[in-house]
């Protein structure tokens, strides 16, 4: 069992950078391939970022590809997602979650309530 709460989220400028931060619980939690995910008002869950259990390998989204960094420090059981040059379309809450490496929501077992990304252009 993996709980996640996820933080870091608040109104930035268009431009601007933020990090977002995952806090796990459970003992299993260094076994999970991470990723993260977001939804946009009236729009579908996306994928954005996902990480293997060591942090080796990464996937990201097209559209965040080369500003977005997924990030993991299992000795604290945290997952990290640096998010730079920020764009309005970038507005959404992000969740974490756990269980699987894709781009599928439905692969991951485990998420967090989200927090809220507001980019103002």
């Known amino acids: 069992q993996v709980q996640l709460v996820e933080s870091g989220g608040g109104l930035v400028q268009a431009g601007d950078s933020q990090r977002l931060s995952c806090a796990a619980s459970?003992?299993?939690?260094?076994?999970?391939?991470m990723g993260w995910f977001r939804q946009a008002p009236g729009k579908e869950r996306q994928f954005v970022a996902a990480?293997?259990?060591?942090?080796?390998?990464?996937y990201y989204a097209n559209s965040v590809k080369g500003r977005f960094i997924i990030s993991r420090d299992n000795a604290k059981k945290m997952v990290y997602l640096q998010m730079n040059s920020l764009k309005s379309e970038d507005t959404a809450v992000y969740y974490c979650?756990?269980?699987?490496?894709?781009?599928?929501?439905?692969?991951?077992?485990?998420w967090g309530h989200g927090t809220q990304v507001t980019v103002s252009s």
């Open positions: 979650a756990a269980g699987a490496f894709g781009k599928m929501s439905r692969d991951y077992e485990y």
């Open positions: 459970g003992r299993t939690f260094s076994r999970y391939p």
């Open positions: 990480i293997t259990w060591n942090g080796d390998n990464t």
